[in-house]
Protein backbone atom coordinates (compact mmCIF):
# COMPACT_ATOMS: atom_id res chain seq x y z
CA UNK A 1 0.00 0.00 0.00
CA UNK A 2 1.26 3.85 -0.75
CA UNK A 3 1.42 6.00 1.74
CA UNK A 4 -1.26 8.19 2.48
CA UNK A 5 -2.30 10.79 4.82
CA UNK A 6 -5.13 9.83 7.50
CA UNK A 7 -7.19 12.74 8.48
CA UNK A 8 -9.91 12.42 10.75
CA UNK A 9 -12.54 14.88 10.90
CA UNK A 10 -15.43 15.30 13.45
CA UNK A 11 -18.40 16.80 11.32
CA UNK A 12 -19.97 15.93 7.53
CA UNK A 13 -19.25 19.80 6.59
CA UNK A 14 -15.74 19.03 7.88
CA UNK A 15 -15.03 16.20 6.06
CA UNK A 16 -16.99 17.43 2.25
CA UNK A 17 -14.57 20.50 2.81
CA UNK A 18 -11.18 18.61 2.84
CA UNK A 19 -12.81 16.19 0.55
CA UNK A 20 -13.03 18.71 -2.02
CA UNK A 21 -9.01 20.16 -1.59
CA UNK A 22 -8.53 17.55 -3.83
CA UNK A 23 -11.14 14.99 -5.18
CA UNK A 24 -9.05 13.14 -7.06
CA UNK A 25 -6.84 11.79 -4.88
CA UNK A 26 -8.97 11.57 -1.36
CA UNK A 27 -11.29 8.78 -0.48
CA UNK A 28 -13.74 8.47 2.22
CA UNK A 29 -13.20 6.17 4.93
CA UNK A 30 -15.68 4.42 7.04
CA UNK A 31 -15.56 0.43 8.38
CA UNK A 32 -12.65 0.02 5.71
CA UNK A 33 -13.42 -3.35 4.81
CA UNK A 34 -13.41 -3.12 1.26
CA UNK A 35 -11.58 0.79 0.71
CA UNK A 36 -8.76 -1.10 2.29
CA UNK A 37 -8.43 -4.18 0.04
CA UNK A 38 -8.73 -1.98 -2.80
CA UNK A 39 -5.72 0.25 -1.75
CA UNK A 40 -3.46 -2.33 -0.64
CA UNK A 41 -4.24 -4.11 -4.46
CA UNK A 42 -3.36 0.08 -5.55
CA UNK A 43 -6.97 0.03 -7.34
CA UNK A 44 -7.03 2.84 -5.36
CA UNK A 45 -3.63 4.90 -4.36
CA UNK A 46 -5.50 8.08 -2.64
CA UNK A 47 -2.98 10.32 -0.79
CA UNK A 48 -5.66 11.90 1.68
CA UNK A 49 -7.96 9.27 3.48
CA UNK A 50 -10.98 11.09 5.54
CA UNK A 51 -11.82 9.04 7.87
CA UNK A 52 -15.62 9.18 8.69
CA UNK A 53 -15.24 7.49 12.08
CA UNK A 54 -14.89 10.72 14.32
CA UNK A 55 -17.89 12.05 13.02
CA UNK A 56 -20.22 12.73 15.84
CA UNK A 57 -23.72 11.64 15.58
CA UNK A 58 -23.43 9.84 12.51
CA UNK A 59 -24.33 6.26 13.93
CA UNK A 60 -28.18 5.78 15.07
CA UNK A 61 -31.76 3.86 14.36
CA UNK A 62 -34.20 6.03 14.96
CA UNK A 63 -37.77 5.99 14.01
CA UNK A 64 -39.55 9.16 13.03
CA UNK A 65 -42.92 10.53 14.15
CA UNK A 66 -44.13 10.15 10.90
CA UNK A 67 -43.62 6.40 11.01
CA UNK A 68 -40.11 6.37 8.76
CA UNK A 69 -37.00 4.72 9.96
CA UNK A 70 -33.54 7.20 9.80
CA UNK A 71 -30.38 5.38 10.11
CA UNK A 72 -27.02 7.16 10.17
CA UNK A 73 -24.45 6.69 7.65
CA UNK A 74 -21.71 5.35 10.20
CA UNK A 75 -24.23 2.44 11.49
CA UNK A 76 -22.34 -0.56 11.74
CA UNK A 77 -24.14 -3.84 10.38
CA UNK A 78 -23.87 -5.19 13.33
CA UNK A 79 -26.00 -2.82 15.10
CA UNK A 80 -28.47 -3.39 11.88
CA UNK A 81 -28.42 -7.15 12.82
CA UNK A 82 -29.25 -6.61 16.49
CA UNK A 83 -31.92 -3.48 16.35
CA UNK A 84 -34.83 -3.93 17.62
CA UNK A 85 -36.47 -1.12 15.69
CA UNK A 86 -35.20 -3.20 12.26
CA UNK A 87 -36.66 -6.66 13.66
CA UNK A 88 -39.73 -4.63 13.83
CA UNK A 89 -39.86 -2.58 11.05
CA UNK A 90 -37.93 -4.08 8.04
CA UNK A 91 -37.28 -7.90 9.74
CA UNK A 92 -36.34 -8.68 6.06
CA UNK A 93 -32.98 -7.07 6.99
CA UNK A 94 -32.34 -8.68 10.08
CA UNK A 95 -32.42 -12.04 8.32
CA UNK A 96 -30.22 -10.96 5.60
CA UNK A 97 -27.63 -9.84 8.07
CA UNK A 98 -26.65 -13.22 9.16
CA UNK A 99 -25.41 -14.19 6.61
CA UNK A 100 -23.81 -11.10 4.96
CA UNK A 101 -19.89 -11.37 5.28
CA UNK A 102 -19.45 -12.81 8.97
CA UNK A 103 -19.36 -11.21 12.65
CA UNK A 104 -15.46 -9.42 11.97
CA UNK A 105 -16.85 -7.81 8.76
CA UNK A 106 -20.35 -6.30 10.50
CA UNK A 107 -18.58 -5.09 13.85
CA UNK A 108 -16.56 -2.95 11.65
CA UNK A 109 -18.82 -2.22 8.22
CA UNK A 110 -21.32 0.20 7.84
CA UNK A 111 -24.78 1.24 5.92
CA UNK A 112 -22.86 4.23 3.78
CA UNK A 113 -20.17 2.09 3.31
CA UNK A 114 -22.32 -1.09 1.94
CA UNK A 115 -24.06 1.42 -0.26
CA UNK A 116 -21.27 3.29 -1.60
CA UNK A 117 -18.89 0.70 -2.46
CA UNK A 118 -20.89 0.11 -5.34
CA UNK A 119 -19.55 -4.03 -5.91
CA UNK A 120 -22.82 -5.52 -7.79
CA UNK A 121 -22.40 -8.48 -5.51
CA UNK A 122 -23.46 -6.74 -2.54
CA UNK A 123 -26.27 -7.81 -0.68
CA UNK A 124 -28.07 -4.80 0.85
CA UNK A 125 -28.46 -2.44 -2.02
CA UNK A 126 -31.20 -5.14 -3.48
CA UNK A 127 -32.61 -5.19 -0.79
CA UNK A 128 -32.91 -1.93 0.54
CA UNK A 129 -34.01 -1.01 -3.25
CA UNK A 130 -37.18 -3.21 -2.72
CA UNK A 131 -38.19 -1.41 0.34
CA UNK A 132 -37.93 1.71 -1.51
CA UNK A 133 -35.03 3.09 0.94
CA UNK A 134 -33.79 6.49 0.63
CA UNK A 135 -29.56 7.69 0.70
CA UNK A 136 -29.57 11.39 2.38
CA UNK A 137 -26.13 13.01 0.90
CA UNK A 138 -24.36 16.46 1.41
CA UNK A 139 -21.72 17.92 -0.37
CA UNK A 140 -20.35 21.24 -0.78
CA UNK A 141 -23.68 22.00 -3.22
CA UNK A 142 -25.77 20.88 -0.92
CA UNK A 143 -28.23 18.21 0.76
CA UNK A 144 -30.09 15.52 -1.25
CA UNK A 145 -32.49 12.62 -1.69
CA UNK A 146 -31.21 9.84 -3.76
CA UNK A 147 -33.10 6.45 -3.82
CA UNK A 148 -31.41 3.18 -3.17
CA UNK A 149 -32.26 1.71 -6.55
CA UNK A 150 -30.96 4.84 -8.39
CA UNK A 151 -27.45 5.28 -6.76
CA UNK A 152 -25.43 2.13 -8.66
CA UNK A 153 -24.35 3.56 -11.85
CA UNK A 154 -22.41 1.11 -13.22
CA UNK A 155 -19.69 -1.73 -12.06
CA UNK A 156 -18.03 -0.06 -8.76
CA UNK A 157 -19.95 3.20 -9.78
CA UNK A 158 -22.27 5.27 -8.02
CA UNK A 159 -24.46 8.69 -8.70
CA UNK A 160 -22.36 10.08 -5.75
CA UNK A 161 -19.82 12.74 -6.70
CA UNK A 162 -16.10 12.47 -5.35
CA UNK A 163 -17.13 15.20 -2.24
CA UNK A 164 -20.18 13.85 -1.79
CA UNK A 165 -21.27 11.65 1.63
CA UNK A 166 -23.82 9.43 2.78
CA UNK A 167 -25.02 10.56 5.98
CA UNK A 168 -28.41 8.77 5.93
CA UNK A 169 -30.48 6.34 5.16
CA UNK A 170 -34.23 6.21 5.55
CA UNK A 171 -36.65 4.00 5.55
CA UNK A 172 -40.19 4.44 4.57
CA UNK A 173 -42.96 4.03 7.12
CA UNK A 174 -45.46 0.43 7.28
CA UNK A 175 -42.77 -1.87 5.13
CA UNK A 176 -44.47 -4.39 4.03
CA UNK A 177 -43.94 -7.70 5.93
CA UNK A 178 -44.55 -9.70 2.65
CA UNK A 179 -40.50 -9.49 2.19
CA UNK A 180 -37.66 -11.74 1.45
CA UNK A 181 -33.90 -11.57 0.55
CA UNK A 182 -32.71 -15.23 -0.79
CA UNK A 183 -29.49 -15.17 -2.45
CA UNK A 184 -27.84 -18.41 -3.67
CA UNK A 185 -23.67 -18.63 -2.47
CA UNK A 186 -21.37 -21.82 -4.13
CA UNK A 187 -19.03 -21.95 -1.53
CA UNK A 188 -20.10 -21.09 2.25
CA UNK A 189 -23.81 -19.79 2.94
CA UNK A 190 -22.23 -16.15 4.81
CA UNK A 191 -19.95 -16.00 1.32
CA UNK A 192 -20.76 -13.47 -2.27
CA UNK A 193 -23.63 -14.64 -3.79
CA UNK A 194 -23.80 -15.66 -7.47
CA UNK A 195 -27.45 -14.36 -7.26
CA UNK A 196 -29.42 -12.52 -4.62
CA UNK A 197 -33.12 -11.90 -4.98
CA UNK A 198 -35.13 -9.04 -2.91
CA UNK A 199 -39.02 -9.53 -3.12
CA UNK A 200 -41.20 -6.93 -1.15
CA UNK A 201 -45.21 -7.36 -2.21
CA UNK A 202 -47.62 -5.16 -0.94
CA UNK A 203 -50.40 -8.17 -1.05
CA UNK A 204 -54.20 -8.31 0.81
CA UNK A 205 -55.92 -11.63 1.32
CA UNK A 206 -53.39 -13.68 -1.25
CA UNK A 207 -54.43 -10.66 -3.48
CA UNK A 208 -50.70 -9.11 -5.45
CA UNK A 209 -51.59 -5.63 -5.27
CA UNK A 210 -48.31 -4.41 -6.47
CA UNK A 211 -44.57 -5.66 -5.65
CA UNK A 212 -40.68 -4.12 -5.98
CA UNK A 213 -38.52 -7.13 -7.03
CA UNK A 214 -34.51 -6.65 -7.28
CA UNK A 215 -31.54 -9.51 -8.51
CA UNK A 216 -28.03 -8.72 -7.16
CA UNK A 217 -24.71 -10.52 -8.75
CA UNK A 218 -26.40 -11.10 -12.50
CA UNK A 219 -25.37 -7.33 -14.29
CA UNK A 220 -23.02 -4.29 -12.88
CA UNK A 221 -25.31 -3.01 -11.18
CA UNK A 222 -28.93 -4.12 -9.29
CA UNK A 223 -31.56 -4.81 -11.50
CA UNK A 224 -35.12 -4.49 -11.21
CA UNK A 225 -37.36 -6.75 -12.48
CA UNK A 226 -39.94 -4.74 -14.07
CA UNK A 227 -41.75 -7.25 -16.75
CA UNK A 228 -42.36 -9.83 -13.59
CA UNK A 229 -43.43 -6.97 -11.06
CA UNK A 230 -46.13 -5.74 -13.84
CA UNK A 231 -47.34 -9.68 -14.37
CA UNK A 232 -47.27 -10.06 -10.75
CA UNK A 233 -49.67 -6.79 -10.24
CA UNK A 234 -53.18 -7.49 -9.65
CA UNK A 235 -52.72 -11.22 -9.58
CA UNK A 236 -53.64 -14.03 -6.77
CA UNK A 237 -51.39 -15.68 -5.44
CA UNK A 238 -51.41 -19.34 -6.28
CA UNK A 239 -48.61 -22.50 -6.96
CA UNK A 240 -49.31 -21.97 -11.09
CA UNK A 241 -48.53 -17.97 -10.98
CA UNK A 242 -44.94 -18.84 -8.61
CA UNK A 243 -43.89 -21.35 -11.54
CA UNK A 244 -44.86 -19.27 -13.93
CA UNK A 245 -43.29 -16.33 -12.52
CA UNK A 246 -39.69 -17.97 -11.98
CA UNK A 247 -40.05 -18.94 -15.57
CA UNK A 248 -40.63 -15.60 -16.63
CA UNK A 249 -38.14 -13.57 -14.25
CA UNK A 250 -35.34 -16.14 -15.80
CA UNK A 251 -36.12 -14.84 -19.17
CA UNK A 252 -36.60 -11.53 -18.19
CA UNK A 253 -32.96 -11.17 -17.33
CA UNK A 254 -29.55 -11.04 -19.30
CA UNK A 255 -27.10 -11.99 -17.01
CA UNK A 256 -23.58 -11.75 -17.20
CA UNK A 257 -21.05 -14.43 -16.07
CA UNK A 258 -18.58 -14.21 -13.70
CA UNK A 259 -16.35 -15.72 -11.22
CA UNK A 260 -19.08 -17.03 -9.05
CA UNK A 261 -20.75 -18.44 -12.08
CA UNK A 262 -22.03 -18.54 -15.67
CA UNK A 263 -24.72 -16.62 -17.50
CA UNK A 264 -26.50 -19.87 -17.76
CA UNK A 265 -26.14 -21.11 -14.16
CA UNK A 266 -27.66 -17.53 -13.07
CA UNK A 267 -30.89 -17.59 -15.39
CA UNK A 268 -31.25 -21.21 -13.94
CA UNK A 269 -30.48 -20.06 -10.17
CA UNK A 270 -33.40 -16.77 -11.50
CA UNK A 271 -35.57 -19.66 -11.70
CA UNK A 272 -35.83 -21.35 -9.03
CA UNK A 273 -34.92 -18.69 -6.21
CA UNK A 274 -37.60 -16.26 -7.68
CA UNK A 275 -40.01 -18.93 -6.96
CA UNK A 276 -38.43 -19.72 -3.55
CA UNK A 277 -38.21 -16.28 -2.79
CA UNK A 278 -42.11 -15.06 -3.39
CA UNK A 279 -42.87 -18.26 -1.34
CA UNK A 280 -40.63 -17.06 1.39
CA UNK A 281 -41.70 -13.36 1.04
CA UNK A 282 -45.31 -14.82 1.30
CA UNK A 283 -45.05 -17.14 4.35
CA UNK A 284 -42.66 -14.11 6.03
CA UNK A 285 -45.82 -11.97 6.13
CA UNK A 286 -48.49 -14.31 7.56
CA UNK A 287 -46.07 -15.46 10.25
CA UNK A 288 -45.11 -11.52 11.24
CA UNK A 289 -46.23 -10.52 14.61
CA UNK A 290 -46.40 -6.81 15.29
C1 LIG B 1 -14.27 -11.02 3.90
C2 LIG B 1 -15.40 -10.17 3.37
C3 LIG B 1 -16.60 -10.78 3.01
C4 LIG B 1 -17.66 -10.01 2.53
N1 LIG B 1 -18.84 -10.61 2.20
C5 LIG B 1 -19.90 -9.86 1.81
C6 LIG B 1 -21.17 -10.45 1.54
O1 LIG B 1 -21.38 -11.64 1.62
N2 LIG B 1 -22.17 -9.62 1.15
C7 LIG B 1 -22.01 -8.26 1.07
O2 LIG B 1 -22.97 -7.55 0.75
N3 LIG B 1 -20.83 -7.70 1.32
C8 LIG B 1 -19.77 -8.45 1.69
N4 LIG B 1 -18.58 -7.85 1.97
C9 LIG B 1 -18.43 -6.42 1.70
C10 LIG B 1 -18.77 -5.55 2.87
O3 LIG B 1 -20.18 -5.53 3.02
C11 LIG B 1 -18.25 -4.16 2.55
O4 LIG B 1 -16.85 -4.23 2.58
C12 LIG B 1 -18.72 -3.12 3.54
O5 LIG B 1 -20.11 -3.03 3.56
C13 LIG B 1 -18.16 -1.75 3.21
O6 LIG B 1 -18.48 -0.88 4.29
P1 LIG B 1 -17.32 -0.07 5.01
O7 LIG B 1 -17.95 0.80 6.03
O8 LIG B 1 -16.24 -0.98 5.53
O9 LIG B 1 -16.79 0.77 3.79
P2 LIG B 1 -15.32 1.31 3.46
O10 LIG B 1 -14.42 0.19 3.11
O11 LIG B 1 -14.86 2.23 4.53
O12 LIG B 1 -15.65 2.18 2.16
C14 LIG B 1 -16.12 1.57 0.97
C15 LIG B 1 -16.36 2.65 -0.08
O13 LIG B 1 -17.45 3.47 0.30
C16 LIG B 1 -17.05 4.84 0.44
N5 LIG B 1 -17.81 5.35 1.60
C17 LIG B 1 -17.82 4.83 2.85
N6 LIG B 1 -18.72 5.48 3.61
C18 LIG B 1 -19.28 6.42 2.82
C19 LIG B 1 -20.30 7.41 3.02
N7 LIG B 1 -20.92 7.56 4.20
N8 LIG B 1 -20.64 8.21 1.98
C20 LIG B 1 -20.03 8.06 0.77
N9 LIG B 1 -19.06 7.16 0.52
C21 LIG B 1 -18.69 6.34 1.54
C22 LIG B 1 -15.54 4.82 0.61
O14 LIG B 1 -14.93 6.00 0.11
C23 LIG B 1 -15.17 3.60 -0.25
O15 LIG B 1 -15.11 3.95 -1.61
C24 LIG B 1 -17.50 -8.60 2.42
C25 LIG B 1 -16.29 -7.98 2.79
C26 LIG B 1 -15.24 -8.76 3.24
C27 LIG B 1 -13.96 -8.07 3.63
Redesign the pocket.
Known sequence: MLPFELLKPTSFDEAIELLSLDPDNS????????????MKSQI?TPTQVIS?RNIKD?SYIKSESNGEISIG??T??SDLENSAIIAKHAPVISRAMI????V???N????????????P?????PILSALSANAR?ISPEGKRTIPVDSLHIGYYE?C?EPN????EITLPANISPYSSYL?C?TRSA????ALGVAVNLMIENNHIESSRIFM?SIADTPTRLIELEKRLSNQDLTPALLISAAEFASEEIDPVSDHLGSAEYKRQLAKVYVKRALLEAYNNGVNYVK
Open positions: KSIAGGTALMLMFLSALKLKLANRVRSATLGGALSHGDHMDLPTTLELIYKTDDWPG
